[in-house]
């Protein structure tokens, strides 16, 4: 299947900096670019998408990117707090599937 | 809001046994569901896509005799892994799309066989 990668792995920040998230796809076809937040054991909670159609979104302190032409699409946080601190996942879906990055474990240091 | 419906949470089974995991969308038409099997401290990997009264799509490397998928109706599916053994112990969860563009994760189900 069509590959999702993301970087970094870990991200560790200082409380109130910024943190960015970064994802590539190769599926020409993928349309929908959804980042979810998950605890341990539960399932993923969407926190934001973007649809091809669009080059930015945001949503308070968190915003995403979308550079459709470099299959790059990013995820950036401001102002952080403590309880930003997850795993956070990028995904690429199309009409026949969803993939997911594999994963970022954001620390945010108080 | 859309609500998959997930069970069991957890299951413990015997290697050799077969374990049946049921998905079911409670206000939304479910036209295609995605199963996912996720390792600890891993991503979630995608094993399968059904759509509602076809044979499901396998994933490479996805032993479809292994892990049956059956998506009947637009509110149910079911993934039964046959014959388990300790390396199928994982944390399997289900992704619902319905004809309004948009994902509902069931609550995930933690396979342990001993």
């Known amino acids: 299947g069509e590959n999702v990668e993301q970087h970094p792995s870990t991200l560790s920040v200082q409380e109130g900096d910024s943190a960015v998230i970064k994802c590539t796809y190769s599926?020409?076809?993928?349309?929908?670019f959804p980042w979810y937040k998950q605890e341990l054991g539960k399932r993923p909670q969407l926190i934001i998408d973007?649809?091809?159609?669009?080059g930015e979104k945001k949503d308070q302190r968190i915003a995403v990117t979308l550079n459709k032409t470099a299959k790059h699409f990013s995820l950036h946080i401001t102002e952080t707090q403590p309880e930003d601190s997850a795993v956070y996942f990028c995904?690429?879906?199309?009409?026949?599937?969803?993939?997911f990055g594999a994963g970022t474990r954001l620390t945010v240091k108080p | 809001g859309a609500v998959v419906s997930q069970h069991p949470s957890r299951v413990i089974c015997k290697s050799g046994t077969s374990v049946k995991i049921e998905c079911r969308s409670l206000d939304f038409q479910a036209t295609t569901m995605f199963w996912y099997r996720q390792f600890p401290k891993q991503s979630l990997m995608l094993m399968a896509t059904s759509n509602e009264g076809s044979k499901a799509t396998y994933e490479q490397g996805v032993e479809k005799d292994k892990f049956l998928i059956n998506h009947a109706s637009l509110t149910l599916s079911t993934l039964t892994v046959t014959s388990a053994h300790p390396e199928d112990s994982s944390f399997y969860i289900c992704s619902a799309r319905g004809r309004v563009r948009g994902y509902t994760f069931g609550s995930g189900t933690r396979l342990t066989v001993v």
């Open positions: 995904a690429s879906s199309s009409l026949n599937d969803m993939r």
């Open positions: 973007i649809r091809s159609n669009v």
């Open positions: 599926d020409s076809a993928s349309n929908y």
